[in-house]
């Protein structure tokens, strides 16, 4: 079992930053990869970035060169720097856990990212 608490989503005009945090609990050592999803009222969920255990980033083409994805191992804690944010970043981020070895996907609670034109 893994806990995933989000912390840090609310409202900002566009072209401004925000920083959102993913503390794990748990069974963290059978983490893979942990990632960033969101979804937008009347859309499916949709993946905007992931780190695995070796650092390995992906980054869906959206957000390249405004997102960055980090981790700081020490606190069990992925970050997403979001930068240079537009209206259409607007959505509920949900932080994201995989175990490969059991096959199974985490979800946090989600936290709301409001970008205001």
């Known amino acids: 079992q893994v806990q995933l608490v989000e912390s840090g989503g609310g409202l900002v005009q566009a072209g401004g930053s925000l920083r959102l945090s993913c503390a794990a609990s748990?069974?963290?050592?059978?983490?893979?990869?942990m990632g960033w999803y969101r979804q937008a009222p009347g859309k499916q969920r949709e993946l905007v970035a992931t780190?695995?255990?070796?650092?390995?980033?992906n980054y869906a083409d959206p957000v390249k060169g405004r997102f960055i994805i980090s981790r700081d191992n020490a606190k069990n804690t992925v970050y997403l720097q979001m930068n240079s944010l537009k209206p259409e970043d607007t959505a509920v981020y949900y932080c994201?856990?995989?175990?490969?070895?059991?096959?199974?996907?985490?979800w946090g609670q989600g936290t709301q990212v409001t970008v205001s034109s």
């Open positions: 994201n856990a995989r175990l490969d070895l059991v096959k199974a996907n985490y």
């Open positions: 780190i695995t255990s070796g650092r390995s980033t």
């Open positions: 748990g069974s963290i050592f059978s983490i893979n990869a």
